[in-house]
């Protein structure tokens, strides 16, 4: 090993961290399964890309959870996006409104008297204040020169290693530049080599659009000073308030004996002749906490920038590679996909004629042949070299299973890259961003739909330790919504609306109340702290951390329910988000009563309280005992006249029947009121729905149908949204609300939001393992015909249940199970048509056969 001090040398030794293998891994092995040794040279996963980027959509993603950025890879210059997870406008905000409750009632006589139209124009006045504003931190900007002739252009991110590679060659020298975000040293690493002495020569400058000043100091940092507005864009308040301050330093350390360095304009260095150079970027800002004024923090950002700079530059840049590449692979191996098509897939004329037209490779139909016959090794490895431009292209014909392995672990990667324990949640889009104004708020903002699919994912994909930074902002929000609680609604507990911002805003959001009247975005996002516990059976997290903030929710929501005119407890005002319904007067409305998506939250959380007060001995607290008297006098969902699920409590014409949103299906995914065993009627009018939906909407929205339709057990029409996906988009040409990929895999609304990204891989893990407290289905909605043959290592299941399955010829072969919750358990295990009741004791791994016989166990 090479313990070199000097970042930018190794001198010739590389710094390698052998790790034990993952645990899934080592439980397959013990089984007999084949090695995993050498997949990622068999299964590269790599996101490819054969030109610099043009767009932002085109750049390549990294992030350590805190720091981020797109490396866009050009030739003649190159951009480095940076993003910090902390640099937002703005500062706490007074999210209380004492004109709230006169409004309330208003509202309320007149959704009683059946005046919708009247009660949705009044509900404006309950609004509240637009969310703050996330903002880039700058750019790090690379001039090489100037018509450069060049060839042999590639540009890749390797998921299994978490770093970008560019490389090219001109005349007889290949250049190469390596970039990742580190975890475990906080700061963006770069190295830029050439294959020959001495060719190394660039000149670089830090950049922002915020409010800044750049200094340099010893010819080898750069030092970028600045602050964000202390306001929203375009809002200019008088008072001028302070925003975040932030640093970021840009260290050089050259290699080569004749290589120079010179200060260009006192904001720019020049580098000549180099061999080699290791930039360093680290970067930190002012930001205390949610509740701490910009103006009043203590903290100095250029004090621990250089504390974090410092530290990493001690080391060498093998070594901040080694750390980094361990710290990531501990999360990112702990899960494995591998989908088959099998001997018998057979390419059509369609898929040869347009991955010739495709261009991206030279195809011939005796390569295409040869890969048939031998079947998937060589298929992946030459489909793994093509641009993922191409291959997204040419995915509707030949509906190649390694790009669907590819966006599956491209979902996992990114909320590896974005949420870590101690950053801030993922936002929108999220931690980057390349626009401080964006044209609709949304991609600023952290929004309780996106933290869903974040949160799916983060449990059954095995990155339970990416919530944590959800909890932490539960807990924020808790403080601030018992204030919006009180004073707006005259209720106890705590409440949140739809979007909040850095500030954990809680008051409605500004506008409409289509999308800002919507008070369950906080019961919505407690929904996930059972959840966790479910996974994990962490019974300190229960307690500790989890029931307070249930407990917290319910109550508010045990206030928000009213006694209303009708037979049932209520929520008014309630609306289904974002969609409008035909009121009886044949107005348009939003504001009604007990919307199906608020009884079916509001349902979730009790039940969790209920749940959790029985294990925590809390069962005789009075918070308890008020949900079971409220319990049986909640609204039952009700199936409408053309057998879909009725979204509002009365049957309102829908003006948008293939409208983006599926919020009345929220029982069946992600919350658990329905399923085909309890409640089949519901759940035949549940696929009533997701028909008359149809299947067409934005990226989010496909993910969310895919999960829906798993839960259906209907392969077919869960694999069609898959289909739905993998489109391209085009971003010179975007159309709104159509879904699909840019060039780099992130998914579209458009514009880009994450939150498909998240959805896919916990979509797809809802395909090959459901769960709940006492039931666990094996490939309960497995696409035969699609992927016959296929393997997956590594995923969660509730009751601390870790889980691999193996299929053949479209069946089951073997599942193992294992926990290392501590706990024991039983459950009913279920394949197909069959059911098996097993007892698992923690520590001890059990292997199933097709017919569900436990054929032997081992411990773990």
Sequence with gaps: MDSDGDCGSDAGAEWVWVRRPAEAESVAAAAGWPAAAGDEEARPLKVVFASPARYFTDAAPIGNGRLGAMVWGGLESERLQLNHDTLWTGGPGNYTNPKAPAVLSKVRSLVDNGKYPEATASAYDLSGDQTQVYQPLGDIDLIFGKHIKHTNYKRELDLHTATVNVTYTVGDIVYSREHFSSNPHQVIATKISANKPGNVSFSVSLTTTLDHKIRITDANEIIMEGSCPGERPHNYASDHPIGIKFCAILYLQTNGANSRVEVLKDKMLKLDGADSVVLLLAADTSFEGPFVKPSKSKLDPMVSAFTILNVARSLSYSQLKAYHMDDYQSLFQRVSLQLSRGSNYQLGENRLGHSAEAGSQDATVSDYAFRIADCTRLEVLNDSVKPTVDRIISFKDNEDPSLVELLFQFGRYLLISCSRPGTQISNLQGI?????????????????????????????????????PLFDFIGSLSVNGSKTAKVNYEAGGWVSHQVTDLWAKTSPDAGDPVWALWPMGGPWLATHLWEHYSFTLDKQFLEKTAYPLLEGSASFLLDWLIEGHREYLETNPSTSPEHYFIAPDGKKACVSYSTTMDMSIIREVFSAVVLSADILGKSDTNVVQRIKKALPNLPPVKVAGDGTI??????????????????????????HTMSLEQTPDLCKAVANSLYKRGDEGPGWSTSWKMALWAHLHNSDHAYKMILQLITLVDPK????????????????????????????????????????????????????????????????????????????????????????????????????????????????????????????????
């Excluded at 780099?744 to 769960?771: C, K, R, W, Y």
């Excluded at 995923?795 to 053949?808: D, F, M, P, Q, Y």
């Excluded at 199970?817 to 706990?823: A, E, F, I, M, Y």
């Design 432 to 468: 980057w961003s390349n626009d401080p104004s964006p044209p609709w708020d949304s991609p600023s903002k952290y929004k309780s739909a996106n933290e869903l699919l974040a949160s799916a994912a983060a449990l059954s994909c095995n990155l339970s330790e990416c919530q944590e």
């Design 733 to 860: 040409h975007e159309v709104s609300r159509e879904g699909g990929l840019y060039s780099n895999l992130f998914t579209a609304h458009p514009p880009f939001q994450i939150d498909a990204n998240f959805g896919f891989p916990a979509a797809l893990s809802e395909m090959l393992v459901q769960s709940t407290g006492t039931d666990l289905y094996l490939l309960p909605a497995l696409p035969r015909n699609k992927w016959p043959h296929g393997c997956v290592k590594g995923l969660k299941a509730r009751g601390g249940v870790t889980v691999n399955i193996s299929w053949k010829e479209g069946s089951l072969h073997e599942a193992l199970l294992w926990s290392s919750s501590g706990q024991d358990s039983i459950a009913r295990l279920h394949y197909e048509n069959q059911t098996a009741t097993i007892s698992l004791s923690s520590g001890q791994v059990y292997m199933f056969s097709r017919d569900l016989k436990c054929l032997k166990t081992w411990p773990l």
């Design 646 to 671: 009725m979204e509002w409590a009365q049957d309102f014409q829908d003006p948008e029947v293939h409208h983006r949103h599926v919020s009345h299906l929220f029982g069946l995914y992600p919350g």
